[in-house]
């Protein structure tokens, strides 16, 4: 389980956490919660006594999300309420280079996440050797980094950018030509939404949402009437031709709040489905189930172990954190 401590449900714990599954009960079996309850109990209570903060991503499972975070969101709120929050401890609930932007963000602050191996597979296509390539081979072309990458890349970008961000950081720059980095079909994806720029692409992809195909999309089209489909930036471009709305994990909840659609697709990452109907009932979800296994690696008896052992630390060589930090600053600043 990755803990040292194997928890008790017991009749305390039952009433404590009574109005939290009354909360997540449309998605979490009822039989489940004795398993979840405890650690639900035991987190809420050590935040407190370590003055600690649990940033949550949109893909965390529903105990995490609705049951134990302070503040969840996409990638870019995450980075704004890193910025903001006066915690002593940030513990981090999604992937590392999250935990990284929150500690560039907070180089005073402890900085935890809970499975140091929760990485990304847009993080792991490109080294920052291969962006000063890149440099060399664009003289003068400015370099957006996705916050999909690790500390060293931001440290060899003007830019940092978020799928919520990205067509307005890159206009913003008011410049003919830009190298965008890691994803490939995020970079098309902004080259679609604007003829300001010429966008440079690597070819980095998302092993979450490259898995989606257009016949997969269209099927569900034939089989469930008046489907409407919402999908993430990060899907191929094909994809993205037979969606009704693109936009970043927190643009697409907006939408569906604010839209109320009878019935929708989420083409992304299969917790976000769960974790939006659990607040809105008189929405049916259909669930293509793809789940991010670095996402996955995050769970409460290792959110638990994090606080009782103060680690894994997230800790970035100074050098590096100091060019990194201005990149995400400066998309702060620009969006
Ligand atoms: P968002 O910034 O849209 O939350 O995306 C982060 C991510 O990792 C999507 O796969
Ligand atoms: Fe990275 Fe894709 Fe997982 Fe998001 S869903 S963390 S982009 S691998």
């Known amino acids: 389980m990755g803990t040292a401590t194997a928890l008790d449900y017991n009749a305390e714990i039952a009433e404590r956490t009574a109005p939290l599954y009354q909360r997540v009960s449309r998605v979490i079996p009822e039989i489940e919660w004795p398993f979840h309850a405890p650690y639900v109990d035991a987190i809420n209570d050590l935040k407190k006594g370590r003055n600690a903060i649990l940033l949550a991503h949109n893909y965390m499972t529903p105990e995490i999300f609705h049951c134990v975070s302070d503040v969840v969101g996409d990638s870019l709120a995450l980075a704004r309420e890193a910025q903001k929050t006066d915690a002593d401890v940030i513990v981090l609930a999604g992937v590392h280079f999250m935990a ?10 402890t900085v935890l996440i809970p499975d140091l191996e929760a990485g990304c597979s847009l993080a792991e296509s ?16 400015p370099v957006v980094s996705y ?10 970008t003007d830019v940092c950018c978020t799928s919520g961000n990205a067509v307005e950081i890159v206009e913003r720059l008011a410049t ?3 190298i965008f980095l890691p994803d490939e079909y995020l970079a098309r994806y902004v080259q679609s939404q604007t003829d300001k720029v010429e966008i440079i692409a ?4 998302c092993e979450v949402h490259e898995r989606f195909t257009a016949a997969e999309i269209q099927d569900y089209r034939a089989n469930f009437e008046n489907l409407v489909v919402i999908a993430h930036p990060e899907c191929p471009p094909d994809v993205l031709d037979t969606a009704d709305f693109v936009g970043s994990t927190a643009g697409m909840i907006a939408y569906v709040e604010t839209e109320r659609p009878g019935r929708v697709l989420m083409v992304t990452e299969c917790s976000m489905s769960d974790n939006v109907a659990v607040e809105l009932p008189e929405v049916e979800f259909i669930r293509p189930c793809n789940f991010c296994p670095h996402m996955k690696r995050i769970t409460l008896p290792k959110i638990l172990q994090s606080l009782e052992t103060m680690g894994p630390p997230v800790e970035i060589d100074p050098a590096i954190a100091e060019r990194a930090r201005r990149s995400v600053e400066r998309m702060l600043e620009m969006s």
Not at 126 to 141: N, Q
Not at 147 to 156: D, F
């Open 176 to 178: 003919d030509r830009v």
């Open 100 to 109: 990284e932007t929150a500690k560039l963000l907070n180089p005073e602050k």
């Open 147 to 156: 916050v999909n990458t690790s500390a060293e890349v931001k440290a060899e």
């Open 126 to 141: 490109i080294t920052g050797a291969d962006v000063r390539l890149l440099r060399e081979k664009y003289p003068g072309v």
């Open 202 to 205: 690597w070819h980095g992809h």
